[in-house]
Structure formats: structure tokens, C-alpha cells
């Protein structure tokens, strides 16, 4: 069983940087697409980033794009997601997700099989 655990969230100044992993283990994380997305209270899950196995293949929503990266180790079955020059709407629960198959997008969260249990980022202005 695939298992997914965040750590690295919390509250910040706008303007401040957190950086997100993700753990995953049961499966070798080097075969997994995985993506971080978020969900703030009243709002529906949006899809920040993704990455593909090999790392050559990156997406970003265009709210996080030139603040937000992401990257993996395999070595360490770890996916991060580096967050600069926060703003207040960043704030929200976030979640990573992990998925076998390539027929994935921010856009598509359900094709995701496994996901973790969250952790929450408030940014204060």
C-alpha cells in the first residue's frame, strides 16, 4: 500500500517561504506522478504542481507559476514543493497525490489513487 505523509506547513508572514514534502513509501516513488494541490475552506481543490517520474516534466497553476517550485529525490522517496513570496491566498489545506498512471493533470484530482493526509498553510498579511 502506497502512503503518502506532508510535513512543512504553517503560518507565515506574506512576502515569507515555506517549503512542503512529501513523503512516499510502500512503492518505489521513482514510478509515481505526483502532485500537490489545495483546498481553502468554501473553495474547490485546485491543482498547484505536478511533477512526472523522471522529474523532466513540470506543471504549475498559473496562481503559483514563478513563486511555487517543485522537484523530487527518489533517492529519498520525497516530493517538495518550494513556496516563495507567499500571499494570503495561498493559505489553504495542501495535499500531495500520487498516481501511477500518466493520464493525470492539475486538472484531474480523482485520477489520483493515493493522497495524503494534508498539511495546512495560513499566510497573514
Known amino acids: 500500500q502506497v502512503r503518502l505523509v506532508e510535513s512543512g506547513g504553517g503560518s507565515v508572514q506574506a512576502g515569507g517561504s515555506l517549503r512542503l514534502s512529501c513523503a512516499v513509501s510502500?512503492?518505489?516513488?521513482?514510478?509515481?506522478?505526483v502532485g500537490w494541490f489545495r483546498q481553502a475552506p468554501g473553495k474547490e481543490r485546485e491543482g498547484v504542481a505536478i511533477?512526472?517520474?523522471?522529474?523532466?516534466?513540470?506543471d504549475y497553476a498559473d496562481s503559483v507559476k514563478g513563486r511555487f517550485t517543485i522537484s523530487r529525490d527518489n533517492a529519498k522517496g520525497t516530493v517538495y514543493l518550494q513556496m516563495n513570496n507567499l500571499k494570503p491566498e495561498d493559505s489553504a489545506m495542501y495535499s500531495c497525490?500520487?498516481?501511477?498512471?500518466?493520464?493525470?493533470?492539475?486538472?484531474?484530482?480523482?485520477?489520483?489513487?493515493?493522497w495524503g493526509q494534508g498539511t495546512q498553510v495560513t499566510v497573514s498579511s
Open positions: 497525490a500520487a498516481s501511477r498512471y500518466l493520464d493525470v493533470t492539475l486538472a484531474t484530482p480523482d485520477r489520483f489513487a493515493y
Open positions: 511533477i512526472y517520474p523522471g522529474g523532466s516534466w513540470l
Open positions: 510502500g512503492y518505489s516513488v521513482s514510478t509515481y506522478i
